[in-house]
Nanobody, 124 residues
Framework: QVQLVESGGGLVQAGGSLSLSCAAS????????KGWFRQAPGKEREIVAA????????YYADSVKGRFTISRDNAKNTFSLVMNSLKPDDTAVYYC?????????????????WGQGTQVTVSS
């Protein structure tokens, strides 16, 4: 059974930092593009960051550029999102995803596997 499992969410004050991690099991995702999405209450799920299969290319939403960093470790079948200078607007459920093809993929339908989501809450 293929699974992506996020960890690392929680509650943090504005200006603080959190690191999210996504562990894959059931298959190897070394040739897949990886991404992080988020969905706030009443809003659509949106791309936050994406990384190519070999880590050579990345994409960041304008709202997080310069504050968030995506990385991957193909040997461990994991990838991560480091979030700095967090703002209340970053509050959402964060999802990791993996998509066939090199990536970085920016669109939801480019992704084939999804994690269950982890809550990130930033207090003001």
């Amino acid at each position: 059974q293929v699974q992506l499992v996020e960890s690392g969410g929680g509650l943090v004050q504005a200006g603080g930092s959190l690191s999210l991690s996504c562990a894959a099991s059931g298959r190897t995702f070394s040739t897949y593009g990886k991404g992080w999405f988020r969905q706030a209450p009443g809003k659509e799920r949106e791309i936050v960051a994406a990384i190519s299969w070999n880590g050579g290319a990345t994409y960041y939403a304008d709202s997080v550029k310069g504050r968030f960093t995506i990385s991957r470790d193909n040997a461990k079948n994991t990838f991560s999102l480091v979030m700095n200078s967090l703002k209340p607007d970053d509050t959402a459920v964060y999802y990791c995803a993996a998509g066939r093809g090199g990536g970085p993929h920016r669109r939801r339908y480019d992704y084939d596997y999804w994690g269950q989501g982890t809550q990130v809450t930033v207090s003001s």
